[in-house]
């Protein structure tokens, strides 16, 4: 469809001229770790918004991926990508593991799994100090690709950007395929998927274990951008945080999922000029926000753009 | 109604053509099928045979078991006890997406729509296990499957056409009517290209002239080789389009046989006729 | 043995805490369908409130009260803001929601209480009291007492006074019970303010173990969710018992494995129940209705 190239060309338009408008590091920073949140956030949005498969455990996935890195890289001076690949299997066989006997879960339910195995994993990270350095986490060696070192961030914006544009082409490829229907199928009426032959225990898990691996690249990135990674970044209000984005950004809308990291990232930057009352600035905003936007932003401006157009339409 | 007849000549070659002389083998065979719900069975101790070919009437008041007979054969709900053959085969408590793909194929009473995608999406996961479903090519959108894609998209257009849904391909299946949706599940079920095609109610809450329509596709359906089982109040649709009757009460068998049969069976007009008088 | 005892002891204390908060999810979640993530937030306002507030000179009770006052009215203003708005939303826009208040609640703690931890003396003294080798404080005592009162109460609530057995209705059948004249909208507010005091009367009463601050309730609200979640869904029996079972095989497995993984205890078997359980131990397994 065309309409999914446009979508594409206009993200890489932005995102080619956002570095003009960005007066300085600091800035440039901030669309860093938005488009780092942002690569979780659309492979999230496949299990949440279009699978319908609520997770609020994917910061672990997160923090799979930053501490394979950390650890392979840093402590056992393995390539870059390796680590990066080795830290996605990881994540991928964690998520596949717990995947069919959770996923089984509806609702609350699943939402309780889901957090549970996050919790556990964050706690694991926090508590093996000899291989992970506890609380205080580990400082990540620079990516280093074939003896190219990433730095600065200017090229890790590049870097970023060219990684959420695949990411995004990645997911609207597979929202319009047999795969993606199936994922939605699913989430709109199961036994009518099941008795139409979608196995739908094995597309749940296919999903889980999608966005698990895309969590976990974005985490390896991560941890070599930031270099340094602490059990928070698994923990669950970062959990909270990815899925915030991808409701706030609206559920099944990619772009929208773009967007919810991309607001959700630097709204909190900006509330600090509230000082203490940043925090009650941000849930307030939350709440009102979902409360009076159930579907999401994108999705509310489109709904709202429609019904302008096929009312002027109408006169 | 070319796209139905596609449908037999394409898919089904291997299947004797409705006129042909019956095997002996029913395609669908029930024994002592059971279900309890808190104690109270649903369907109790079911036995009863299809024939490849025919329109087969399960009727039967409210709460007769009907649809949990429905969700039984299409491996929806466990059984408690007994059998279901299908094709020769044990199917007993298969998994429904397993059932699928040995050419079961059904609607529900309570729709069961799609409402997060388009019809004609609806109607491409009907195609769901002809389409290749592995992620790798569908995250690099390979040209195959693209092509195999847009066949599959042409074929559930036919198919929305065949019902006569053919102005509603590109819209969200949520802003469609009732009357429309209750078409979108069959032109779905069509899509699967099945055997045996369960319907359950197509007619509830149409008019009258949306229920002769809907009389005509299946009447269309089973001419093409597809053999129909239909649960349907609507006492006309069901005589008119029957080779064969089913009556339930109580999960049990009232009554079996020829339509003109079962309509003069004392019990039947007693328990049917008696709760819908 | 003794050592066993102790443990025991300990557990019972912390999972009455538990209990309480899985009470206040199953009450909430039979009146609204709700998972209120804000019901940590509750325990945590009565422990900063209470301890706070007698540290200015306001004596105990009226501390406490106070401070279940307080979380009462939060609640309700939760209830009507933002969770009656957003009815027909979907799960994860309610969680959301109430995680939204959650975040709201404790920045405002932060605001009003400040960030570091406040100390709250024992209700009686500090000379505990020996039980068959094992040591009990007198707040556990507190502790064990006011949790049993209000389990009590609440069951009183539910089975005996009208507006209790409407709240039931309402769980049990929505329609139904608004055909018989139940107003569903007090219902759902009746049960937030209800989880309210049953969480702040908790924070109150285990502030003087835990200290209290503002982010206690976090990790007391998910175990009290694990717990809810252990009992099945909306099961007031399961909450209490799966918050008790919560409390005593953390601090087992915390005396006799390790005491790092203390708070890993509550979510492994929550998932290893789940898997085998889909309902959690007390839920009806039920056959969706096709
Ligand atoms: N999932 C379920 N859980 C509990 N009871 C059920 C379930 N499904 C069906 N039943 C019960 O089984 C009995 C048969 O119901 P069923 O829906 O099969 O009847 P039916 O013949 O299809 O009726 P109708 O004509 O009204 O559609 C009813 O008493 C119904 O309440
Ligand atoms: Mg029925």
New binding site residues.
Partial sequence: MTHRLLGLGLLAVVLALLPLGLPNNFYLDMAILAGLNAIVCVGLNLLVGFAGQVSLGHAGFFGIGAYATAVLVSTHKWPALLALAAGALLSAVIAFAVARPILRLKGHYLAMATLGIGIIISIVLRTETRITGGPDGMIVDPLNVFGFEVYGERVWYWVVAGLLLVTVWLALNLIDSPVGRALRALHGSEVAAETLGVDTARFKAMVFVLSAVFASVAGSLFAHYAGLITPAKADFLKSVELVTMVVFGGMASTFGAVVGAAILTVLPQLLTVFQDYQHMMLGLILMLTMVFMPKGLLPTLAGLVQARTSLGGRR | MSALHRHRTDALPEEPPASAPRAAAPLLRVEGLS?E??G?L??ADLSFTIAAGTVHSII????????????LITGV?RPSGGRVLFDGRDVTGMAPYRLAALGLSRTF?NLQIFMNMTAVENVMVGRHRHLDTRLLPALLRLPSLVRRDHAAADRAAELMRAVGLERYVGTDAASMPYGALKRLEIARALAAEPKLLLL??PAAGLNATEKKEIGAVIRRIADTGITVVL?E?DMKMVMGLSDHILA?NY?RKLAEGRPEEVARDPDVVAAYLGSHG | MAEFLQYLVTGVTIGSIYALAALGFAIVYNASHVINFAQGEFIMIGGMATATLTAAGVPLPLAILAGIAGAMLVGVLIAKFAVERARNASVVTLIIITIGASIFLRGLAEVVWGKEFHRLDSFSGNAPLMLGGAVVTTQSLWVLGVTAALILATGLFFNRTMAGKAMLATSHNRLAAQLVGVNVRHVVLAAFALSAALGAMGGAVVAPITYSYTEMGIMLGLKGFAAAALGGLGNGVGAVAGGLIVGIAESLSAGYISSAYKDAVAFVIIVAVLVFMPGGLFGRA?????
């Fill in positions: 279900r719900f808190g109270v649903a369907v039967g008041p409210n709460g007769a078991g009907k649809t949990t007979l429905f969700n709900y009473q359950d109610e649960v109040h339930l999960g | 039920g056959t969706e209705r096709v």
